[in-house]
């Protein structure tokens, strides 16, 4: 019984009417694990697990480095560990649907300033490493690796962008209706 109440600060469904568009919400307010996040169909879950996967190879390239304590090595390992960190948990939090259950907050907004922000952090860091590509197959790898996270997490960006302009929630259900515009509203009488 205890797990079946609902938190009354969180509704499940939420209507709002505004002239002749309805817009219903739909979300889920427990937290729950949801593998299907990271199924092969679904792109921005395959997106955060690449993200991780080249964070972390990138930053294993700086580290074993042979100029791992000059400036562009440390640069990339902030950008990667950091990278790597901030997509893990928002990995874990949208496993959990615990994204679902704050829905107020501008996830999507968040998200997208987020991988802008890396997208040309990562430009930064990769092209730096680059720049000691020549004497260091290393920094030349974590550049190769800087170089794709960049571009995973300027897709990210992308698919983060069109779904906040579209008004999407970040998880959860939003059903937007509009009504016919030669009907009258239902207070026009």
């Not at 997208?119 to 000691?132: I, N, R």
Request: hydrophobic content about 50%; aromatic content about 16%; charged content about 10%.
């Amino acid at each position: 019984m205890e797990g079946d109440m609902v938190d009354p600060g969180f509704p499940v469904s939420h209507t709002t009417t505004t002239g002749t568009t309805t817009t219903t919400m739909r979300v889920t307010s427990n937290i729950r694990f949801d593998p299907s996040y990271v199924n092969i169909r679904n792109i921005p879950g395959i997106l955060k697990c690449a993200q991780l996967v080249f964070n972390l190879i990138g930053y294993i390239c700086a580290a074993v480095s042979t100029y791992n304590t000059y400036s562009h090595a440390n640069w990339f390992s902030f950008v990667s560990m950091t990278g790597f960190w901030v997509t893990g948990i928002l990995l874990v939090l949208y496993l959990m649907h615990v994204l679902e259950r704050f829905y107020m907050v501008p996830w999507l907004m968040l998200e997208f300033g987020y991988c802008a922000l890396w997208t040309f952090f990562y430009l930064t860091a990769a092209s730096a490493c680059a720049s000691w590509g020549g004497v260091d197959a290393a920094a030349a790898a974590a550049a190769f690796f800087g170089y794709v996270a960049m571009i995973l997490y300027g897709i990210d960006a992308f698919f983060k962008f069109k779904a906040w302009r579209n008004g999407d929630l970040a998880q959860g259900e939003r059903q937007v209706q509009v009504a016919d515009p030669g009907m009258p509203s239902p207070g026009a009488y």
